[in-house]
């Protein structure tokens, strides 16, 4: 049951279920280690999968920036436009970032790519690393 419950958790996690979505990524910016801030446009509803993608893409996005970057800021944009969700993550930090060297851009490439979107990294040496999602989201 604990094997099962952390597999659950995994796949749509309960703050999602008692927060929604805003509320989530509130909590995620609220608790990061590098100061985060929210811009999250009219959203609407939602597919669960895309809420879910889209709420572990921003952890991992702020995960990464906490560990790899030396970003004193992190801003995170949503937007909903022509059926797509957009998530954008933008540092301050050093740039860089090599998808070779860790799980963390793979895992957002995967989780964007089973629901059939699309991932940009942009990470010039120097800075600053800017990682835009889009994921389908039409009703």
């Known amino acids: 049951m604990t094997e099962l419950r952390d597999v659950i958790r995994t796949m749509y996690p309960p703050i999602l279920a008692d927060r929604g979505l805003e509320g989530a990524l509130a909590s ?4 990061s280690a590098v100061p985060a801030e929210l811009d999250l446009g009219e959203l609407g509803r939602l597919p669960a999968a895309v809420e879910a993608a889209a709420y572990f893409i921003v952890a991992e996005t702020l995960t990464n920036a906490a560990k790899h970057s030396g970003a004193t800021r992190v801003t995170v944009r949503m937007s909903r436009h022509d059926g797509r969700l957009i998530v954008e993550v933008t540092d301050d930090g050093i740039g860089g970032a090599d ?13 964007s790519a089973a629901l059939d979107g699309t991932v940009l990294v942009s990470s010039p040496p120097g800075g600053p690393t800017a990682i835009t999602v889009e994921l389908p989201c039409a009703s």
Do not use: M
């Open 99 to 111: 998808e070779s060297r860790g799980t963390g851009l793979v895992g957002i490439r995967r989780r």
């Open 28 to 31: 995620l910016a609220a608790g």
